[in-house]
């Protein structure tokens, strides 16, 4: 009998035609790779063939979904996307949350696969009746948000859908796949939809989960429910994410002006310590989730917009741009265009320096200039003007421009840096350096040992490794269960009690030790598939600017990141995770990895 | 088992806890220090200063007070050897990790962090003060007196003064003539901008050896610190987010003035720099506290 928690299957659906296939999923897989990220992984290593372009016909894009999607298990509806990064050329794979996930699963299946490429901008539309591929010519230019609208409007409330917006359909190479107003935002996996010329997929299902222990998992539902409301969550109930701000800036980790200071004068007017009390329109959340970190705030004239603090970092401070009003409206334009708020902040950032170097002669795209930053934003989803080679990435465009500018585009493996200096946070600048996704926060996780109390943040040693090596094992499994993030906080014995919640929803006995295995496991399988398709040695580095430049905190000390002292530390990362010296899976690792 | 590695460029601190504080009658690392012990109070502030790590050095089978699990502890082979023996012992150890050290004694309650630094950067070759090539020991001379239990040390030195000590010289006087010492004078310390704006009167040299000393040292206000919160801190426990100012000796009561706990989710960044979330974290004049949200990430 399938385990309690999954179907046993994904669904296959070549769009150019329609057709599908059923790909079973033996027990022994899901029991190794979970499910999200870590099945998301296993299928991509199945499905892609050597060499296929990330955004052609062959290339596969998973929408996974987990044993806990469906259990009253709060935090728990949420759903993996997988595909070969357009932006990066290796794996990518990014969460989002909602109403899809219990609809995609409730189809009755443990993922949904789309590969080929329809001829006409398409939506596709997986129920229990099937599958079938609608025209969405009149769907084109519209942001995902409304496509998803008017999706619902015409098949039916019941419908839930995965949506591109304009920047997907033009391969902005990191285009988002948004739904609820949630994005499956890094690297660029609208990009891959679009380049399958499809809008939307929606799903809508009547099958149900069944639970090993139905009494158990309530029970556990309960506890951590109540776990939910305590002091570990209270900052992404009570500001959201963009509390981080006005601390980071404290502790010179604010990444500002592409990088070259870690601090910004002008933060407070965009904390949300001020913001909140004057913009703040709504807080809300996914579904299924007790939390509830989304704060909705209004510019001036009346636009909402999802505030983070990813999208502020990154078009506030990383362009020099301190107008609120602007950077809630380039948030807005963000979530419109469906482009990761990230990485075009980070390229625009890029861009800015490059026109102020004068390698670009953009005399507009000035540090500082919100309206710049703005028409930036909508000349690359429209892939317009200079928007053409910024659709690119902040990598592949250095490589167009030139002239040392590749020294300070600030990315790792191709995808831009999130909100974290790595010199004040030399726990983090391993994770980033090391990841199989790129420049990433949310894989890695390091910051919470920067941040810990516990190391000295400015002073990366072997401590700081395998402090990283624990954050990233925790957000393979938290990524494959799949739970949010934000309530890792209310976790003492994670591996234990998370495998005390998947024991009763599955009937296996799982132990923490089995999924701390589990993990490195994934963990690793990503290693192998990035070796597969053109990952070197040389991509676990970060830009020379960190490596060249030191920054000063508050105190007068300098942070810098020499290296050598990152070679040591990559060095010391390869050995731990059972890697040779070129950061390759050793026999015993690959044998832990292809257990399946 | 985990363990840190410290560049060959880092600074060492060592603090010598082996004096038998006769004068006090009672050992002078166990005196209560605003909520916990003048030698956990030293080594926070000494450990403060520099990037290597702090040892203690104790007498042979002296009790130590509850210190940093990161202080490493050391001990003198023999009984009433003086200082010299501990600086040996200190700077041996200390020389596995580090090029060179800041020396201290247990009872310097007042010793802050821009002392330590303004002592450490005599190290610097300073051509105009005719020091082309780095000294080997620099050696602050405070309130007329020559302060070599506050003063920077070469770790190279420790075999030196096994020898003097072999030979019966076992004054630091007998080190200061055998090697090349720099002198600093209270003008060239203050000429530190920080230090002249932190401690003026140089009170970071001032020990107590008496009863009476430490009752009248013990009396004297808690360091004046500015704290800030941030995130949803800055809603909680009491008072306004900040800046203020208020009087504390360490982090817990720093936290506790304000109404937060220092409990795993709460940390505290001094000065922009080091993040810490233990309570007994010292503080000193002239520091700023922010207060915020371990749980960072989005």
Redo the contacts between chains.
């Keep these: 009998m399938t385990p309690g928690g999954y179907f046993g299957r994904a669904l296959v659906v070549d769009v150019t035609d329609g057709s599908t296939s059923v790909l079973p999923l033996p027990d022994d897989v899901l029991r190794d790779y979970l499910g999200g990220v870590g099945l998301g992984t296993w299928l991509l290593n199945r499905l892609t063939h050597d060499g296929a372009d990330p955004l052609g016909t062959d290339a596969p894009l998973a929408f996974v979904f987990s044993p806990l999607v469906g259990t009253p298990l709060t935090t728990s509806a949420k759903f993996a996307v997988v595909a070969t990064s357009p932006l990066t050329g290796l794996l990518t794979d990014a969460l989002a949350s909602s109403h899809f996930a219990l609809a995609g699963k409730f189809t009755g299946h443990d993922a949904i696969v789309l590969t080929g490429k329809a001829d006409t901008l398409t939506s596709v539309l997986i129920s229990d009746d099937g599958v079938r591929l609608e025209d969405a010519a009149d769907l084109r230019g519209l942001p995902a948000a409304d496509a998803e609208e008017a999706v619902r409007e015409r098949y039916g409330r019941r419908w839930r859908a995965a949506a591109i917006g304009p920047a997907g359909e033009n391969l902005v190479r990191y285009a988002t796949i948004s739904h609820d107003g949630r994005h499956a935002g890094r690297g660029g996996l609208g990009a891959v939809l679009g380049g399958k010329n499809v809008k939307c997929l929606a799903v809508k299902g009547g099958a149900r989960v069944r639970l090993a222990d139905r009494d158990a998992v309530l029970a556990a539902a309960k506890d951590l429910r109540q776990r939910s409301f305590g002091p570990a969550t209270a900052k992404y109930r009570e500001l959201g994410t963009l509390a981080n701000l006005l601390a980071f800036n404290a502790i010179s980790t604010l990444p500002t002006r592409n990088f070259q200071a870690a601090t910004f004068a002008e933060a407070p007017a965009l904390s949300a310590e001020d913001l909140a009390g004057s913009r703040s329109t709504v807080k809300t959340g996914c579904a299924s989730c007790s939390i509830g970190c989304e704060h909705i705030y209004a510019t001036t004239k009346g636009t909402k917009a999802r505030v983070e603090y990813e999208n502020v970092f990154a078009l506030g401070p990383l362009c020099g741009v301190s107008d609120p009003d602007d950077v809630l409206e380039a948030s807005a334009r963000c979530d419109a265009l469906g482009l990761d708020t990230i990485s075009a902040g980070g390229t625009i950032a890029w861009a800015m320096e490059c026109v102020a170097n004068g390698l670009l002669d953009v005399p507009w795209l000035r540090f500082g200039d919100g309206a710049a930053l703005l028409r930036a934003l909508d000349e690359i989803g429209s892939r317009s003007g200079i928007g053409d080679l910024l659709a690119e990435g902040s990598r592949r465009a250095a490589d167009v421009v030139g002239q040392g500018s590749a020294s300070f585009a600030p990315h790792v493996k191709g995808m831009e840096m999130p909100g974290y200096d790595p010199r004040t946070m030399q726990a983090m600048a391993l994770g980033l350096a090391v990841n199989a996704r790129g420049a990433d926060h949310n894989r890695s996780g390091a910051y919470e040992a920067d941040l810990s109390g516990r190391l000295d943040r400015l002073n990366g040693s072997r401590d700081h490794v395998l402090a990283a090596i624990e954050t990233e094992d925790r957000a393979a499994v938290m990524d494959s269960l799949i739970l949010c993030k934000f309530l890792r906080g209310v976790f003492d014995d994670p591996f234990t009690e998370w495998a005390a919640l998947l024991s009763p929803v599955t009937g296996w006995s799982v132990t923490g030790t089995e999924l701390h295995a589990t993990a490195k496991r994934i963990v690793l399988a990503k290693r192998a598939f990035n070796r597969r398709v053109g990952w070197t040695p040389g991509d676990d580095w970060l830009p020379a600017r960190f490596l060249d430049d030191a920054v000063e905190v508050a105190s007068g000390r300098s942070a810098a990141l020499s290296p050598e002292r990152l070679r040591t530390m990559i060095d010391i990362y390869y050995a731990e995770r059972g890697l040779d010296p070129q950061g390759l899976p050793t026999h015993a690792a690959q044998r832990t990895e292809q257990r399946s | 088992m ?6 060959m460029s880092a600074v060492a601190g060592i603090v010598l806890a082996g004096g038998r504080s006769s004068r006090m009658g009672t050992p002078k690392a166990h005196l209560e220090w605003h909520g916990s012990t003048l030698l956990r109070h030293i080594t926070g502030v000494v450990g403060r200063a520099v ?1 290597g790590p702090v040892i203690v050095v104790s007498a042979p089978g002296q009790s130590l007070p509850e210190l940093d699990p990161d202080v490493l502890v050391r001990s003198d082979p023999e009984k009433g050897r003086g200082p010299m023996q501990g600086l040996a012992v200190g700077l041996a150890a200390a020389a596995e990790h580090a090029e060179t050290a800041f020396v201290c004694s247990t009872d310097l309650p007042f010793l802050h962090t821009a002392f330590i630094n303004a002592v450490l950067r005599g190290f610097h070759a300073d051509p105009d003060a005719g020091w082309d090539t780095p000294p080997e020991m620099v050696l602050p001379i405070v309130h007329g007196f020559r302060q070599p239990l506050a003063a920077g040390y070469r770790t190279e030195l420790a075999s030196r003064i096994a020898d003097l000590l072999a030979g019966g010289h076992d004054r630091p006087g007998h080190l200061v003539a055998d090697c090349r010492a720099r002198m600093l004078t209270e003008q060239e310390l203050l000429a530190d901008r ?1 230090l002249a704006a932190l401690d003026p009167q140089l009170r970071a040299v001032r020990n107590v050896n008496t009863v009476e000393d430490y009752q009248d040292a013990r009396a004297l206000p808690a360091p004046d610190v500015v704290v ?1 919160r ?3 801190l ?3 426990g009491r008072g306004h ?1 900040g800046p203020s100012r208020l009087q504390a000796a360490n982090l817990a009561s720093a936290a506790g003035q304000l109404g937060l706990t220092l ?1 795993g ?1 709460i ?12 309570g007994g974290w010292p503080l000193q004049d002239g520091d ?1 506290v ?1 207060f ?7």
Excluded: Q
């Design positions: 985990t363990y840190t590695v410290y560049s990037d920080t800030e941030f995130g949803v800055a809603t909680a987010r409990n989710h940390v505290a960044a001094v000065n922009g720099d080091h993040i810490r979330g233990d700023t922010a915020l949200s371990a749980d960072a990430g989005g």
